[in-house]
């Protein structure tokens, strides 16, 4: 696993301390109100236990599966549901959140499918945003690092499915990838 590596990007101990601050920010802000709070899967799993167990505005979760990478390091652009939410969105406080911001199309199609249920609000939250995101049109409240545009793994991130586990954020030794 370590040789698969090239370096670290961001420790076990840094991730932990910037959800200490998002979740800071997201109790002052949404003081008074509930969250449902929508991890996307697969990636956001980490982040979502993780940031939730630091939150205390009274939540609830639910989570739904889209897909734009299939095996590669790519978007294809094509998003699809492969689960759905199970929660009627009608009046509710969302808060999604994401491992990962990217080329920004995941969510750009995801946000304006949701805002189309009735919500009161859509947010987002994510751990990692890539600088291509900032050429999408979409507002995004919590962001917990600004990273280059490398192909990261780790802290629920995959490679081909793999990587997902370890604790910290690392990017990819060329030679995993064909390179
Ligand atoms: O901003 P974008 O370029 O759209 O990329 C970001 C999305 O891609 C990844 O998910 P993926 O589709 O690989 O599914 P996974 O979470 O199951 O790995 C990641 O978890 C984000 O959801
Ligand atoms: O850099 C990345 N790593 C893993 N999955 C991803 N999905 C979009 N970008 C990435
Ligand atoms: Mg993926």
Known sequence: MGEDLCKILITEDEISSRLDELAAA?????????????????GAVMVMADLARKMHTPLTMDWMAVSSYGSGT???????????????????????VEDIIDSGLTLSWLKA?????????VEIATLLRKPDATTVDI?????????????????????????????????????????
């Open 26 to 42: 997201i109790d002052r802000d949404y003081e008074g109100k509930e969250i449902l709070v929508l991890g996307i899967l697969k």
């Open 74 to 96: 790519k978007s294809s652009g094509v998003v699809r549901i492969l689960k759905d939410l199970e929660t009627d969105l009608e009046g509710k406080h969302v808060l999604i």
């Open 113 to 121: 499918n949701l805002e189309s249920r009735g919500p009161a609000s």
């Open 139 to 179: 507002h995004v409240e919590y962001v917990g690092f600004d990273i280059p545009n490398e192909f990261v793994v780790g802290y629920g991130l995959d490679y081909a499915e793999k990587y997902r586990n370890l604790p910290f954020v690392g990017t990819l030794a060329p030679h995993v990838y064909g390179g």
